[in-house]
Structures are given as C-alpha cells and as structure tokens.
C-alpha cells in the first residue's frame, strides 16, 4: 500500500515537473523508491567494501595514503561512484576519504576519461559494479 502511494506521488510529481523523461531516469527512479521500500541505504561505506572486495584488496589501503597502483585505482573507483551514484559533493567525498575536493574530481574525470576509453583496467570492473550498486 505505501508503495502504491509513493508511485502515485511520483507519478503526480514526474507530471507536474513537466521534464523529459527517458527509460533510463525512470528506471533510475524507481530504483530509488524500491530502495526506500526495502528500508537498503546505498553509503559511501558500503560502496568502499564492495570495491575493496572487487579488487581484493582491503578497505583500509582504500582509504589509506597508499599510491600503490592496486590502491590507487580502487580508490578512485569509489570515488567515482560516490560522486555518480550517491550524487556526493566533491567536497563531502573528500572528506570521507580524506583527500581534498580537487583530487576527488581529478579521480572522478580520470574514471570517465579511462571509462570513454574503454580502458582495460577500468571498464569492466566499473560497468559489473555500477549495475549492482543501481539494483542495491
């Protein structure tokens, strides 16, 4: 029943805005909604064990200071997702990481840039990745 009036809602909302919607940002809405529904919160901390898990490697390098190639890029993985995905400030990402805002948006462009690319080492993890965190 609260689904039921929440699509409503949507629905009266969506219709109101008078945006032009695509599959796409409805699918991305909906996503949101059953998220509510289910009472699942997509975090920042939750993203960063399901990179570290990806890239077998643990959260704490992650987060630590470590330019290790096999740190590095994971961090700037869940960067980018937090950015992309939770919709973060710059300024917010940086702080749970502990890194300044610039370096969180020079990660995020080097994602994209590498994702454009099709970059071996990027693209795969990223596109397995981002379609689970959208369902989550």
Same mark, same amino acid.
């Given at each position: 029943?609260?689904?039921?009036? !929440?699509?409503?809602?949507? !629905? ?5 805005? #008078? ?11 909906? #996503?949101?909604? =059953? ?5 699942? #919160?997509?975090?920042?901390? =939750?993203?960063?064990?399901?990179? *570290?898990? @990806?890239?077998?490697?643990? *959260?704490?390098?992650? %987060?630590?200071?470590? #330019? ?8 700037? %993985? !869940?960067?980018?997702?937090?950015? @992309?995905?939770?919709? %973060?400030?710059?300024? +917010? ?11 969180? %948006?020079?990660?995020? +462009? ?12 990027? !693209? ?13």
């Amino acid at each position: 029943p609260s689904l039921i009036r !929440a699509l409503e809602a949507l !629905a009266l909302r969506l219709h109101q805005s #008078q945006l032009k919607l695509d599959i796409s940002m409805i699918d991305h809405l909906l #996503q949101d909604l =059953i998220r509510e529904e289910k009472g699942q #919160q997509l975090t920042p901390d =939750i993203i960063l064990q399901h990179v *570290a898990e @990806t890239f077998q490697v643990n *959260a704490e390098d992650i %987060m630590g200071k470590s #330019q290790n190639k096999e740190h590095v890029l994971p961090r700037k %993985m !869940a960067m980018y997702f937090c950015r @992309t995905i939770l919709r %973060m400030p710059y300024l +917010k990402i940086g702080e749970f990481f502990s890194r300044d805002h610039s370096t969180v %948006m020079s990660s995020v +462009k080097q994602i994209e840039k590498g994702k454009a690319s099709k970059d071996k080492n990027i !693209a795969p993890p990223l596109f397995k990745k981002k379609k689970k965190f959208l369902n989550y």
